[in-house]
């Protein structure tokens, strides 16, 4: 069973940045469509951000579009989220997810996930 694990999570203040990196140990993550889900406070998680197995081709959501990139490494077997000039509002808490697809579509499903790390920007 594939299991996710998020870190690098933490306080930081307004306009800082943040790295956060998901890996599967025992697991190729190259072989998935990773993506990057938050869940605020009496909200709904959403997605931000995806990026495909197949060509690294990547979707953002519009809050964090030209703030957030998402990356792989495939010989760390690890998919990053960089994220940068945070905001209050940003603060959630983080789930990275997999499916064994190779293209990451407007609306999927995802059959794996991690436990989440809590990102808190605050001054």
């Known amino acids: 069973q594939l299991r996710l694990v998020e870190s690098g999570g933490g306080l930081v203040q307004p306009g800082g940045s943040l790295r956060l990196s998901c890996s599967a140990p025992g697991f190729t993550l190259g072989h998935y469509a990773i993506g990057w889900f938050r869940q605020a406070p009496g909200k709904e998680r959403v997605r931000i951000s995806c990026?495909?197995?197949?060509?690294?081709?990547?979707r953002y959501a519009d809050s964090v579009k030209g703030r957030f990139t998402i990356s792989r490494d495939n010989a760390e077997n690890s998919v990053y989220l960089q994220m940068n000039n945070l905001k209050p509002e940003d603060t959630a808490v983080y789930y990275c997810?997999?499916?064994?697809?190779?293209?990451?579509?407007?609306?999927?499903?995802?059959?794996?996930w991690g436990q989440g790390t809590q990102v808190t920007v605050s001054s």
């Open positions: 997810a997999a499916d064994y697809v190779s293209y990451c579509a407007a609306y999927m499903e995802f059959s794996y």
């Open positions: 990026i495909s197995s197949n060509d690294d081709s990547t």
